[in-house]
T-cell receptor
Framework: KNEVEQSPQNLTAQEGEFITINCSYSVGISALHWLQQHPGGGIVSLFMLSSGKKKHGRLIATINIQEKHSSLHITASHPRDSAVYICAVGRNNNDMRFGAGTRLTVKP | DGGITQSPKYLFRKEGQNVTLSCEQNLNHDAMYWYRQDPGQGLRLIYYSQIVNDFQKGDIAEGYSVSREKKESFPLTVTSAQKNPTAFYLC????????????FGAGSRLTVL
């Protein structure tokens, strides 16, 4: 079993829909990260959180430490949100574990 | 602008050849990392370096080699000993202390013919 599990693996939505991507992990962590990977391959960091909730524009990330679960929400989704979203957990400065990613396609 | 530059973006190699992927950063980060990405799998750590002239094996170091002669540069060599080298390779850098925030390069896609 992977240490970081994401669901769903693939997600197709219509423009404007509310989207939720889930991440569960099985190890102790110092922080959890949500990353975005566009078709060209480069990865950008969206959020780093260790408790509670963070919001940036239409993106919201939450984490429940006791349940070892995090969610990434996208409100009013847009085709430009189409990307692979990756959950990663940091255990120390050199030990990060990555989920397999959720491929999101938002159709106009 | 500060960032990480990987080159080449696409690389084709014949079996039995070594290839070197370049990774350069101007972020003044001490730590640099190489990850491999395969379809349906999370990124896996190949090698990392926390300081110049020092590097450590990650989870899948076999068939790879690195060097860290300069703070800015962390090239990865995929040797002929790597049994399944076709993959997407990502370089990242970060501070050695604090919050695990990594900056990633755009990646290099290696295909073995």
């Amino acid at each position: 079993k992977n240490e970081v599990e994401q669901s769903p693996q693939n997600l197709t939505a219509q423009e404007g829909e509310f989207i939720t991507i889930n991440c569960s992990y099985s190890v102790g962590i110092s922080a959890l990260h949500w990353l975005q990977q566009h078709p060209g391959g480069g990865i950008v960091s969206l959020f780093m959180l260790s408790s509670g909730k963070k919001k940036h524009g239409r993106l919201i990330a939450t984490i429940n430490i006791q349940e070892k679960h995090s969610s990434l929400h996208i409100t009013a989704s847009h085709p430009r949100d189409s990307a692979v979203y990756i959950c990663a957990v940091g255990r120390n400065n050199n030990d990060m574990r990555f989920g397999a990613g959720t491929r999101l396609t938002v159709k106009p | 602008d500060g960032g990480i530059t990987q080159s080449p973006k696409y690389l084709f190699r014949k079996e039995g050849q070594n290839v070197t992927l370049s990774c350069e950063q101007n972020l003044n980060h001490d730590a640099m990392y190489w990850y491999r990405q395969d379809p349906g799998q999370g990124l896996r750590l190949i090698y990392y370096s926390q300081i110049v002239n020092d590097f450590q094996k990650g989870d899948i170091a076999e068939g790879y080699s690195v060097s860290r002669e300069k703070k800015e540069s962390f090239p990865l060599t995929v040797t002929s000993a790597q049994k399944n080298p076709t993959a997407f390779y990502l370089c990242a850098s970060g501070a050695t202390s604090g919050a695990n925030v990594l900056t990633f390069g755009a990646g290099s896609r290696l295909t073995v013919l």
